[in-house]
């Protein structure tokens, strides 16, 4: 069974910093592709941030310059680090793991950040 477990959300004043991390079990890790959602109160779910299993990185233009996502194949572990955190961050932010034709969520880790 798929296991996704984020971890590192939190509390922070504005232009603070956090690092969530999205630890996988029961998929071949080095072949997802992993990607970072967020949800903020009446908005739908956007993309964030993605790295594919050949280390090719995406962001969107909200947090370009200001987060960065990796990742550890040996750990099965992906990171999303959030530098200079804004208001407009606050949101449930997911990992996701792509795996061939397969797609599998975490169950979320809540970041607020307060001016």
């Known amino acids: 069974q798929v296991q996704l477990v984020e971890s590192g959300g939190g509390s922070v004043q504005a232009g603070g910093s956090l690092k969530l991390s999205c630890a996988a079990s029961?998929?071949?890790?080095?072949?997802?592709?992993m990607d970072w959602y967020r949800q903020a109160p009446g908005k739908e779910r956007e993309l964030v941030s993605s790295?594919?299993?050949?280390?090719?990185?995406y962001y969107a233009d909200s947090v370009k310059g200001r987060f960065t996502i990796s990742r550890d194949n040996a750990k099965k572990t992906a990171y999303l680090q959030m530098n200079n955190l804004k208001t407009e961050d606050t949101a449930v932010y997911y990992c996701?793991?792509?795996?061939?034709?397969?797609?599998?969520w975490g169950q979320g880790t809540q970041v607020t950040v307060s001016s």
């Open positions: 029961g998929v071949t890790f080095s072949s997802c592709g």
């Open positions: 996701r793991a792509r795996y061939f034709l397969s797609t599998y």
């Open positions: 790295i594919s299993a050949y280390g090719t990185t």
